[in-house]
């Protein structure tokens, strides 16, 4: 499959995707509905520069859209459960945009390419979606005394910090 | 390894919306940074594949036009997908898909790709350099291996069809399959002359004894092969885009050669220009090989130095040798050698590969069009000056056919003789 039909159907999906996040935190109008139709039309016109750009400022949009949820759910406007979904959403927006910018702009792409893509895709959105639910779930969690709570921030610094840690190790090997 | 931009989005990301979680105190925020975290973890502690990549031709010597299939087996440490793009020379094109491939690799299991390449131009290649991008599962980071060419391909001008060729005026004392101007045995017949001592009988005309009442003998012209000597004038070049007068004279060197080889002659070939290059002549099919391989490493080679036909050794133009000269007339040092070979006697014919048609202005566009017409003037009056001394001299712009001018450089050949 060439890369020229390939982008459009990208860019599409990706589009479809990014609207209904914008749109989701405005369909409740009151407080604060103003900045949030404000944030979702700025998000969605941002959307156009890693759409033309190859991939660039893809930072904006993200930024943008996850600033509307904060208003929208700071405010009360959206469920607390609808984070799932939208953590899932954000991520999967993210992952087509970097497709996007990462295709060639002339290339023959092999079908196995596209299948395992689409799988990857499906499998970030499913773990997204099952992290936001540990995570809200474990909102829920009454602690008992405060050396448990101090032991569960202590496992959350550290898991934190292995992030970096890792990068550091391979960038090691890598040298 | 580079580093790709989306590591540090998601990054950053996932960091601001934990801060954002404890600040505001809404866990649902850290719910929405904690996929992005996920990823990071998971990419960066997955390693990153190493390709190992082997390119094979389907053919290593092609004619111009022809096409070529590259076979490129792939072999992975890790499932990935690599972009895979071929750095072509200028000359070799992809048949008709793009060089440059997305293809999912699989975990130690080699994996072949064809793709088509078509040779656009003459000349020796060195193909397989690639540029293959690979990624860690995640696409957190890049790898980009440089893999140098190390496949050759060597690309044979294409020849034309010639019903004629331009006849050299003598011959050599070797069998071959041109009617010498001499007398000796032969088939073709030749004159009578009275009959000495030591003729053969066989040899002897009756008809014309009978009727001059002394003995007459047949005498016959001898086959004989002739020495053509392919003149490459390689001092200056007109060229645009990527077709030029070189390329065009190269051309027709190939297709004089292949033709004058057919017919038994000897061919050989002088590259005169910034680089004096020489095949003595010889005939045969080796000398055919010799000479494509010769033609391949002519090319454009600057130089200011002032070279006269002395450089060349004795041996590699024969005496009465045909020299058949493809010049674009556009250097002094090449115009004035055409003149040094007629004034030295050689049988000297050229054919003016015009740079007329690769004229253009220094900005690019079409040429000033009194320009144009005194550089034809100009030029209409070198050849004339050629044809004062004895040298046919026919334009060839490369649009029409090779055998065209033959046959007008051997049409002027006959009336001027």
């Keep these: 499959m060439s890369a020229a039909y390939l982008r459009p159907v990208i860019a599409g999906a990706a589009i479809t995707l990014a609207t209904a996040l914008a749109v989701y935190p405005m369909l409740d109008a009151g407080k604060l509905g103003q900045l949030r139709e404000a944030l979702g039309a700025a998000a969605l016109l941002s959307l156009l520069l890693p759409l033309l750009w190859r991939g660039r400022a893809t930072w904006l949009a993200l930024l943008l859209l996850g600033a509307e949820y904060v208003v929208a759910e700071s405010s009360g406007h959206v469920g607390a459960v609808s984070v799932v979904a939208y953590a899932a959403g954000l991520i999967g927006l993210c992952e087509l945009l970097f497709w996007l910018a990462e295709l060639p702009a ?54 934190l910090l292995a992030i970096p840690l890792l990068l550091v190790r391979q960038s090691r090997r890598s040298s | 390894m580079n580093r790709s931009p989306k590591l540090a989005l998601y990054a950053t990301f996932a960091a601001a919306s934990f801060i954002a979680a404890l600040a505001l105190g809404r866990p649902e925020l850290a719910g929405l940074g904690a996929p992005f975290a996920l990823v990071l973890v998971l990419g960066l502690s997955l390693p990153p594949p190493r390709v190992e990549v082997h390119v094979q031709l389907s053919r290593e010597r092609v004619l111009e036009g022809d096409q070529i299939e590259v076979e490129l ?164 070049e007109a060229q645009r885009e990527n077709e030029g007068t070189l390329d065009l004279a190269v051309r027709a060197a190939a297709t004089l050669a292949e033709h004058y080889l057919a017919v038994q002659d000897r061919v050989g070939v002088v590259g005169f220009g910034g680089i004096v290059r020489w095949l003595t ?27 006269r036909i002395d450089v060349l050794p004795a041996r590699t133009l024969t005496p009465q040798a045909l020299v058949i000269a493809l010049s674009p007339l556009l250097d002094e040092r090449g115009m004035y050698a055409l003149v040094d070979l007629r004034r030295r006697g050689f049988d000297l014919a050229v054919v003016d590969v015009s740079p007329i048609a690769f004229a253009g202005s220094s900005e690019g566009g079409a040429p000033d069009p009194q320009a144009l017409r005194l550089w034809r003037l100009w030029r209409e009056t070198l050849h004339l000056r050629y044809q004062e001394i004895g040298v046919a001299v026919a334009e060839w712009t490369g649009g029409e056919s090779l055998a065209k001018v033959v046959e007008e450089v051997g049409a002027f050949r006959r009336v001027a003789r």
Excluded at chain 2, 132 to 159: E, F, K, N
Excluded at chain 2, 287 to 300: D, F, G, K, N, W
Aim: aromatic share 6%; glycine share 6%; proline share 4%.
């Design chain 1, 106 to 159: 002339k290339a023959s792409i092999e079908a196995t390419v596209i299948g395992r893509r689409l799988l990857l895709l499906a499998l970030t959105g499913v773990s997204a979606a099952s992290l936001a639910l540990v995570a809200l779930l474990a909102t829920s969690v009454r602690l008992s005394s405060a050396i448990a709570g101090l032991v569960l921030g202590a496992l959350a610094a550290a898991a």
């Design chain 2, 73 to 236: 087996s792939l072999l992975s440490s890790e499932t990935c997908e690599a972009h895979v793009a071929l750095v072509l020379p200028s000359g070799i094109a992809p048949a008709d898909e793009p060089a440059s491939f997305l293809l999912g690799l699989t975990r130690d299991r080699p994996q072949a790709f064809k793709t088509k390449l078509a040779c656009e131009r003459w000349g020796a290649y060195r193909l397989g350099e690639l540029v293959v991008r690979t990624s860690d599962r995640a696409r957190l980071r890049l790898v980009d291996q440089h893999i140098a060419g190390t496949a050759a391909l060597r690309v044979y001008p294409s020849r034309e069809r010639l019903q004629t060729l331009v006849k050299p005026l003598e011959t050599q004392p070797f069998a071959g399959n041109r009617i010498s101007r001499a007398k000796a045995e032969g088939i073709e017949f030749a004159d009578i002359r009275p009959y000495v001592r030591g003729d053969r009988v066989r040899r002897l005309n009756w008809r014309a004894s009978s009727r001059g009442q002394t003995l007459y003998v047949n005498q016959q012209h001898p086959e004989r092969n002739a020495d053509v000597i392919l003149f490459l004038d390689s001092f200056a």
């Design chain 2, 281 to 307: 002549p010889a005939s045969g099919t080796l000398q055919s090989y010799r000479i494509a391989e010769a033609l391949l490493e002519t090319e454009v080679n600057f130089s200011y130095v002032w070279k």
